[in-house]
């Protein structure tokens, strides 16, 4: 069974610009989560989508935005790019409501803001 | 969502067992314990879970304490591949996971 599946893998932006990011759930996960890692820090919370409804959001300016499709997968957007958006962007699927089951995270994009 | 407590590094000589501490003291009934590991560069990886019983897979070992409050996770027998920094998590069936800074675990020949 294929996982969780991002593209790009890694892209190179100019500050101003604006990116998305793609995430394939695994077939069945209705849940699709992000998360940004900060190069030494662990991964935090962007955005949760459940049914392509937004069930949670953290901390984070409006200039981060994202949806869920009927498939399940899900785009993030990020406008007007700074410096400090350079991260890892993770992307995670799982199960809520049909059981405890832990999350399945992509390999990640790595963006680079320059 | 309770916050967790973890020593930030430890070493471990590969083919013994590691054992992991997490303090969460403030973890309240509906929130269960989530482990992940995250190997250099790519995405965590799930352990293990549970709520407050003992919990055992291919992977690993969690033990809960009876008040809940801190919790050990096991490796049984290292191996190099397992270096990796580990997180413990708190967070309910629907939650978001709150990572902290975790473990960084050493495993050594």
């Known amino acids: 069974d294929a996982g969780v599946t991002q593209s790009p893998t890694h892209l190179i932006k100019t500050r101003g610009q604006h990116v998305t990011l793609r995430c394939s759930p695994i077939?069945?996960?209705?849940?699709v989560s992000w998360y940004q890692q900060v190069l030494g820090q662990g991964p935090q919370f962007i955005f949760q989508?459940?049914?392509?409804?937004?069930?949670g959001r953290g901390n984070f300016p409006d200039r981060f935005s994202a949806r869920q499709f009927p498939n399940y997968s899900s785009e993030l957007n990020v406008n007007a790019l700074l410096l400090g958006d350079s991260a890892l962007y993770l992307c995670?699927?799982?199960?809520?409501?049909?059981?405890?089951?832990?999350?399945?995270f992509g390999s990640g994009t790595r963006l680079t803001v320059v | 969502d309770a916050k967790t407590t973890q020593p930030p590094s430890m070493d471990c000589a590969e083919g013994r067992a590691a054992n992991l501490p997490c303090n969460h003291s403030?973890?309240?009934?509906?929130?269960?314990v989530y482990w992940y590991r995250q190997i250099h560069s790519q995405g965590p990886q799930y352990i293990i879970h549970?709520?407050?019983n003992n919990e055992t897979n291919e992977m690993a070992s969690l033990i809960i304490t009876e008040d809940r409050k801190s919790s050990t996770l096991i490796l049984p027998h290292a191996t190099l591949r397992d270096t990796a920094v580990y997180y413990c998590?708190?967070?309910?069936?629907?939650?978001?996971?709150?990572f902290g800074a975790g473990t960084q675990v050493v495993v050594t020949p």
């Open positions: 995670a699927s799982s199960h809520p409501g049909q059981g405890v089951g832990g999350y399945t």
């Open positions: 077939s069945g996960h209705k849940s």
């Open positions: 989508y459940y049914e392509k409804e937004e069930r």
């Open positions: 403030t973890i309240s009934g509906n929130e269960y």
């Open positions: 549970g709520l407050k």
């Open positions: 998590i708190a967070a309910d069936s629907w939650g978001k996971l709150q």
